[in-house]
């Protein structure tokens, strides 16, 4: 039986990820600050905005691991720190703590956003973040820098955990542990009013009317499922939209965003 840990397992992609999960006879343990609805699963409360409540529930968790999926995340928070706090300063400090813990052949799935697809055109600004050492750098980091994400911050915080990646799959290829992460669109979610808000409610209908329909969260699990249990051992350091077709549209140019709103 794989052991597998879940953040953000009580809602949304998190929730839908777990069913699939206990369907296919895994130890399931949820991280989350609300208990999840499915009872076959071990449930760790943890504020991912705190590195003493990960380290405390890091200690609870079992002593091997077949994988880690960062799926927790917040769109809109105060102070907007705590953005970046719990979407990528949390999960860059959990996914290091489990590493060690992890077997060999075992994953670990990031989720991120369509939202953060382009971090390399801010590689120079991601990069410094990233190359702060551990979660209080991290934050010092933010503070001394507001200006850089303040703007949207729940943009910055998914451009890190998709760059992120790349970095995690070297630091997990000694142990042979693969690191991927999946870019999901919009998609109906208990996050879906403060994202929709986010980014303005006719641009946001408008993105959806490009690709037909929104996403549900299933659509996202399935995939999660697959990098983190499939038969894909040789899949490392990716980034896979999960959209609908959404990128595909604007680099195939049958999505013009000179269409768009400009709300």
Known sequence: MKVI???GG??????????????????????DVNPPEAIEVRFHRCDLGSPAAI???VANLPAAIDGLINVAGIALAEPPEQTLAVNFLGLRHLTEACLPRTREGGSVVN???TAGWDWRKREPVVRELLATPDFPAGLDWLRANEAEW???PYKFSKQCA???TYRAAGLALNGRVRVNCVNPGAVETQLTPAFRELVGPALYDWGVEQIGRQGCPDDVAEVIEFLSIGQCGWLNGVEIPVDGGYLA???????????????
């Open 5 to 7: 840990v879940v953040t």
């Open 249 to 263: 549209g604007l680099t195939g140019g049958w999505i013009n965003p000179d269409e768009s709103p400009k709300d």
């Open 150 to 152: 303040i703007d949207n």
């Open 162 to 164: 998709a760059a992120y």
């Open 111 to 113: 989720v991120a956003s």
């Open 10 to 31: 009580a809602t949304g992609m998190g929730a839908a990820t777990v069913t699939r999960l206990v369907a296919a006879d895994c130890e399931v343990h949820v991280l």
């Open 55 to 57: 380290d405390a529930t």
